[in-house]
């Protein structure tokens, strides 16, 4: 049986469990060949150069390989630099950005509708406990937690 979900770590970071097959197969299909990689900036600078033409590293790069086989390739530290800036942890923007990877994959370009379904999809996988709700471990459910005023 073909191989439908890769996922390779060529740096030093550690990989958060997060569930990319299943967002793979939600988005892309279950048909879909995935590959996700995890370079260094000097490898990310190397084909974004390449193929973009821009000389620097990048947070991500998504490559159509076939009609149903892509590719994704993220770079942690750049990731990493720019968490401040969106304002999430560092496995909340990776998963965001194999969501935007998968949706180009898709075939969407940069626009309203591709917002609409990053944002759609961001929510159901990374974004639920941001409505004041937590998992409280101890009992195995959720509970309401209260903003504090300020």
């Known amino acids: 049986m073909e191989e439908k979900f890769s996922l390779i770590n060529k740096t030093r970071v550690k990989l958060p469990l997060l569930p990319l097959e299943k967002i793979k197969n939600d988005i892309l299909g279950k048909k879909f060949s995935l590959s996700?990689?995890?370079?260094?900036?000097?490898?990310?600078?190397?084909?974004?150069?390449?193929?973009?033409?821009?000389?620097?590293?990048?947070?991500?790069?998504?490559?159509?390989?076939?009609?149903?086989?892509?590719?994704?390739?993220?770079?942690?530290?750049?990731?990493?630099?720019?968490?401040?800036?969106?304002?999430?942890?560092?496995?909340?923007?990776?998963?965001?950005?194999v969501i935007h990877g998968m949706l180009h994959l898709k075939g969407m370009e940069h626009g309203s509708t591709m917002e609409e379904s990053e944002n759609k999809y961001d929510k159901k996988y990374f974004r639920r406990h941001r409505c004041g709700l937590v998992h409280d471990a101890c009992r195995g459910r959720r509970i309401f937690e209260r903003r504090k005023k300020t």
């Open 36 to 97: 996700i990689a995890l370079v260094d900036e000097k490898q990310s600078q190397k084909l974004n150069r390449e193929c973009r033409k821009k000389d620097a590293p990048t947070n991500i790069l998504s490559f159509v390989l076939g009609r149903d086989f892509g590719e994704i390739i993220l770079c942690p530290k750049v990731i990493k630099g720019e968490l401040k800036k969106f304002d999430r942890t560092f496995d909340e923007l990776l998963g965001f950005l």
